[in-house]
């Protein structure tokens, strides 16, 4: 069980706190003020590492090295960040990293329109409205989330963002098949180096798992995770199975992409949301009756597979007034935490939740 953790400068929740979550071995990290395309320097990695080890938890689980949009694009200039990527790699290896998750997703990372959406119990959570997508241009997208805080969050980089006009010039054209292309040959690139390093690649699905803004989107169902791992077959090419982001389509069976690639699934993130027939969704509790999937479920599947990898809560609610990252607070988490553990705890005694 791991926590993600933004790091000592950027999350308002410390260590000692992570550490009392019960049964939380490792954080889940990454080198956010690092630009996409950079190669992280050992000495900085060695730094959170150090933190860490202060509270007994590993650095095992990397999320995310973030792949250029040079790489993505297949342009002339993506050999030197591949480069980039291989180095910090080998670096991650070195001090003793074993998973990295990625994804491949044009322009923007996850996607939602309001950050902290009321709920009925009081509460806010994240909330995807499928009108707002379709009907706003990106300009007017970005700017209207960026009000509600974005401006340190993974996958919405200001240096990224702020060149959004020339990214959209730059994929007018580019489909899915050109996408797939360019991720073989990053991988074709960069697996041989994580098997050398003892890293196993972790590519995250789609979120949510549909094309947005006329952009090609490629990891969204249990046929392109099966496409993904042909592309390179190697022990080091894998998946991060996302309840969440998958389950945002009725067309994906958690449980059941679970049971099926169990081996190649090198990290877990389970979360909960509520599915509306207008296309929109907003994010639960992990509890199974909050949300559209069966959270249980699910974590049935990882036991029944004797699931060996990496697992965490993923975005929790924002709860009892606390002020956090969107998403990624600490108590709702936690929680999840709880709720994932006592499921698990009531399978292993062979019982039912």
Sequence with gaps: MTFRWYGE????????????????????????????????????????????????????????????EDIKLGNANRSKHIENYKSTLVNLG??????????????????????????????????????????????EFLEDVSKQGTSSMPGWEPERLSNIKNLFIAYEGVTEDDLWGNLQFFLEEIIPVAESSGIKMAIHPDDPPWNIFGLPRIIKCKNSLEKLLKLVESPSNGITL???????????????????????????????????DNGDFTETSHKSSDGSLDIAEIVKAYHDIDYKYYIRPDHGRHIWDEKCRPGYGLYDRALGIMYINGALDAFEKGGKV
Aim: with cysteine; hydrophobic share 40%.
């Design 242 to 276: 996302c309840s969440g982001s998958l389950g945002a389509s009725y067309c994906n069976d958690i449980p059941e992409m679970v049971r099926y690639f169990k081996d190649k699934i090198y990290f877990a993130h389970i979360r909960n949301l509520k599915r509306f």
């Design 9 to 68: 400068k950027l999350d308002s929740i410390p260590l000692k706190y992570v550490k009392q979550i019960p049964g939380v071995s490792g954080v889940v990290w990454a080198l956010h003020d690092l630009p996409a395309g950079d190669s992280w320097p050992l000495e900085r990695i060695e730094e959170v590492k150090a933190q860490a080890a202060a509270y007994s938890l590993n650095i095992d689980v990397v999320e995310s090295v973030n792949v250029h």
């Design 94 to 139: 070195k001090a003793g990293v074993k998973v990295v998750c990625y994804n491949f997703m044009p322009i923007f990372d996850w996607t939602r329109t309001d950050l902290f959406k009321q709920q009925p119990d009081g509460s806010t959570a994240l909330y995807y409205e499928k009108a707002k997508i379709e009907n706003m241009n990106p300009a």
